[in-house]
């Protein structure tokens, strides 16, 4: 079993940056992979970058390429987002995700553990 728990989200201006973090407590494999997803309000939920435990970068929505960026650090058992030049459209809830299959996918079904959520709120 594994959960997860982000932290990091918050309140900022366009153009502003901010950090999250994903904690995960149990066993974490190299096949797993984690994503970071978002959904705003009447919006489906979207996968916006997603990692191999291995370190292999899989998945950056185009929306974000350029702006966001993630990584791991395996000692801490944490998953990192890293945001940078924010828009107002980057605002939601932002949830850290594991799925076990060897594959990694980018469609929430595929997910086999999720986090509770950050409010990221992108406004002047």
């Known amino acids: 079993q594994v959960q997860l728990v982000e932290s990091g989200g918050g309140l900022v201006q366009p153009g502003e940056s901010l950090r999250l973090s994903c904690a995960a407590s149990g066993q974490i494999y190299s096949w797993y992979t984690l994503g970071w997803f978002r959904q705003a309000p009447g919006k489906e939920r979207e996968c916006v970058v997603a990692?191999?435990?291995?370190?292999?970068?899989?998945y950056y929505a185009d929306s974000v390429k350029g702006r966001f960026t993630i990584s791991r650090d395996i000692a801490k058992n944490t998953v990192y987002l890293q945001m940078n030049s924010l828009k107002p459209e980057d605002t939601a809830v932002y949830h850290c995700?594991?799925?076990?299959?060897?594959?990694?996918?980018?469609?929430?079904?595929?997910?086999?553990?999720w986090g509770q959520g950050t409010q990221v709120t992108v406004s002047s």
């Open positions: 990692i191999k435990w291995s370190g292999v970068t899989i």
């Open positions: 995700a594991a799925d076990r299959n060897t594959i990694g996918g980018t469609r929430p079904t595929e997910y086999d553990y």
